[in-house]
Protein backbone atom coordinates (compact mmCIF):
# COMPACT_ATOMS: atom_id res chain seq x y z
CA UNK A 1 0.00 0.00 0.00
CA UNK A 2 1.32 3.31 -1.16
CA UNK A 3 0.56 6.53 1.47
CA UNK A 4 1.04 9.67 -0.02
CA UNK A 5 1.48 13.17 2.47
CA UNK A 6 -1.23 16.10 2.18
CA UNK A 7 0.79 18.81 0.88
CA UNK A 8 1.60 21.42 3.51
CA UNK A 9 -1.20 24.05 4.23
CA UNK A 10 -0.65 27.30 3.50
CA UNK A 11 -3.32 29.84 5.79
CA UNK A 12 -3.25 33.06 4.03
CA UNK A 13 -4.87 36.32 5.75
CA UNK A 14 -6.91 34.17 8.54
CA UNK A 15 -8.68 36.44 11.03
CA UNK A 16 -7.76 37.56 14.59
CA UNK A 17 -11.31 35.14 15.51
CA UNK A 18 -9.92 32.19 13.01
CA UNK A 19 -6.07 32.40 14.06
CA UNK A 20 -7.02 31.79 17.79
CA UNK A 21 -9.21 29.21 16.98
CA UNK A 22 -6.15 27.53 15.09
CA UNK A 23 -3.58 28.22 17.98
CA UNK A 24 -6.22 26.56 20.62
CA UNK A 25 -7.08 23.91 18.51
CA UNK A 26 -2.88 23.26 17.63
CA UNK A 27 -1.68 23.47 21.02
CA UNK A 28 -0.20 26.81 21.11
CA UNK A 29 -2.22 28.32 23.87
CA UNK A 30 -5.32 28.11 25.46
CA UNK A 31 -7.86 31.11 26.28
CA UNK A 32 -7.66 32.87 29.53
CA UNK A 33 -11.16 33.35 31.93
CA UNK A 34 -11.64 36.56 29.64
CA UNK A 35 -10.83 34.80 26.43
CA UNK A 36 -7.67 36.54 25.87
CA UNK A 37 -5.19 33.96 24.33
CA UNK A 38 -2.17 32.66 26.33
CA UNK A 39 0.81 31.51 25.00
CA UNK A 40 4.25 30.05 26.24
CA UNK A 41 6.81 32.00 24.14
CA UNK A 42 9.36 28.71 24.92
CA UNK A 43 13.42 29.64 25.55
CA UNK A 44 13.16 33.27 23.35
CA UNK A 45 10.95 35.38 25.75
CA UNK A 46 12.87 38.42 25.07
CA UNK A 47 15.55 40.25 23.27
CA UNK A 48 18.67 38.59 22.12
CA UNK A 49 21.26 40.92 21.15
CA UNK A 50 24.13 38.89 20.08
CA UNK A 51 21.68 37.29 17.91
CA UNK A 52 20.48 40.09 15.34
CA UNK A 53 22.21 41.32 12.96
CA UNK A 54 22.17 43.31 9.33
CA UNK A 55 23.16 41.97 5.91
CA UNK A 56 26.42 43.37 5.45
CA UNK A 57 26.30 44.66 1.80
CA UNK A 58 27.48 47.82 -1.04
CA UNK A 59 23.88 49.52 -0.78
CA UNK A 60 23.74 49.99 3.24
CA UNK A 61 27.18 49.56 4.28
CA UNK A 62 28.25 53.12 4.79
CA UNK A 63 24.85 53.93 6.39
CA UNK A 64 25.19 51.86 9.19
CA UNK A 65 27.03 52.41 12.57
CA UNK A 66 28.54 49.21 12.96
CA UNK A 67 28.85 47.67 16.53
CA UNK A 68 27.81 45.28 19.33
CA UNK A 69 24.01 46.40 18.55
CA UNK A 70 24.81 46.59 14.54
CA UNK A 71 26.27 43.59 13.78
CA UNK A 72 27.07 42.47 10.40
CA UNK A 73 26.07 39.67 8.93
CA UNK A 74 28.04 38.29 5.36
CA UNK A 75 25.40 38.22 1.91
CA UNK A 76 25.99 35.17 0.72
CA UNK A 77 25.16 33.21 4.50
CA UNK A 78 22.22 35.32 4.34
CA UNK A 79 20.85 33.87 1.24
CA UNK A 80 21.95 30.53 1.98
CA UNK A 81 19.81 30.29 5.82
CA UNK A 82 16.95 32.49 4.08
CA UNK A 83 16.29 29.38 1.67
CA UNK A 84 16.60 27.26 4.55
CA UNK A 85 14.31 28.87 6.52
CA UNK A 86 12.13 29.09 3.69
CA UNK A 87 12.13 25.70 2.94
CA UNK A 88 11.58 24.68 6.48
CA UNK A 89 8.53 27.11 6.29
CA UNK A 90 7.24 25.75 2.91
CA UNK A 91 7.51 21.89 4.04
CA UNK A 92 5.05 22.71 6.65
CA UNK A 93 1.27 24.20 7.71
CA UNK A 94 1.93 27.80 7.87
CA UNK A 95 0.33 31.26 8.31
CA UNK A 96 0.67 34.06 5.47
CA UNK A 97 -0.27 37.79 6.53
CA UNK A 98 -0.52 40.75 3.94
CA UNK A 99 0.20 43.79 5.74
CA UNK A 100 1.10 46.85 6.16
CA UNK A 101 3.84 49.17 8.27
CA UNK A 102 1.76 52.72 8.22
CA UNK A 103 -1.96 53.07 6.92
CA UNK A 104 -1.38 56.04 5.00
CA UNK A 105 -2.01 55.90 1.55
CA UNK A 106 1.39 56.79 -0.21
CA UNK A 107 3.64 56.13 2.44
CA UNK A 108 2.89 52.79 3.87
CA UNK A 109 5.00 49.80 3.30
CA UNK A 110 3.74 46.55 2.56
CA UNK A 111 5.10 43.56 4.74
CA UNK A 112 3.80 39.93 3.96
CA UNK A 113 4.39 37.67 7.57
CA UNK A 114 4.98 33.89 7.22
CA UNK A 115 4.50 32.22 10.54
CA UNK A 116 4.91 28.44 11.52
CA UNK A 117 2.67 28.93 14.32
CA UNK A 118 -1.05 30.40 14.18
CA UNK A 119 0.14 32.41 17.72
CA UNK A 120 3.05 34.47 15.92
CA UNK A 121 0.95 35.16 13.14
CA UNK A 122 -1.58 37.06 15.22
CA UNK A 123 0.78 38.80 16.94
CA UNK A 124 1.89 40.51 13.25
CA UNK A 125 -1.25 41.33 12.82
CA UNK A 126 -1.71 43.20 15.87
CA UNK A 127 2.03 44.59 15.33
CA UNK A 128 0.93 45.58 11.66
CA UNK A 129 -1.39 47.82 10.11
CA UNK A 130 -4.53 45.04 8.46
CA UNK A 131 -5.26 47.18 5.24
CA UNK A 132 -8.77 46.91 3.45
CA UNK A 133 -6.59 46.45 0.37
CA UNK A 134 -3.08 44.62 0.31
CA UNK A 135 -0.40 47.12 -1.47
CA UNK A 136 -2.80 48.76 -3.58
CA UNK A 137 0.54 50.91 -5.28
CA UNK A 138 2.33 47.49 -5.99
CA UNK A 139 5.09 48.80 -4.35
CA UNK A 140 8.09 46.40 -3.25
CA UNK A 141 6.81 44.10 -0.24
CA UNK A 142 8.98 43.40 2.89
CA UNK A 143 9.02 39.86 3.96
CA UNK A 144 8.99 38.39 7.61
CA UNK A 145 9.76 34.87 7.87
CA UNK A 146 9.13 33.65 11.70
CA UNK A 147 10.35 29.77 11.83
CA UNK A 148 9.96 29.20 15.62
CA UNK A 149 10.60 25.54 15.39
CA UNK A 150 13.87 25.84 12.94
CA UNK A 151 17.17 25.90 14.49
CA UNK A 152 20.34 27.39 13.00
CA UNK A 153 23.67 25.75 12.72
CA UNK A 154 26.31 28.39 14.18
CA UNK A 155 28.98 26.41 12.48
CA UNK A 156 27.08 26.45 9.22
CA UNK A 157 25.10 29.49 8.92
CA UNK A 158 27.68 32.25 10.90
CA UNK A 159 24.75 32.62 13.69
CA UNK A 160 25.60 32.94 17.54
CA UNK A 161 23.19 30.69 18.01
CA UNK A 162 20.54 28.40 17.12
CA UNK A 163 18.04 31.37 16.69
CA UNK A 164 18.77 34.82 14.76
CA UNK A 165 17.40 37.88 13.82
CA UNK A 166 18.09 39.19 10.32
CA UNK A 167 17.65 42.39 8.52
CA UNK A 168 18.27 42.49 5.05
CA UNK A 169 17.20 45.80 3.96
CA UNK A 170 18.45 46.21 0.44
CA UNK A 171 16.13 42.85 -0.13
CA UNK A 172 13.41 44.27 2.15
CA UNK A 173 13.71 40.90 3.87
CA UNK A 174 13.57 39.93 7.91
Not at 115 to 124: H, P
Request: charged letters at 20%; aromatic letters at 8%; one cysteine or more.
Amino acid sequence: MTTTQAAPQAHVNLSSAELIERAVARGEGRLSANGALVVNTGLRTGRSPKDRYIVDEPSTRDSIDWGSVNRPFDAEKFSALWARVEDHLGNGEHFISELHVGSDATHYLPVRVTTETAWQNLFGRTMFVRPLAYNQAAKEEWTILNAAGFECDPNRDGTNSDGCVIINSPSVKC
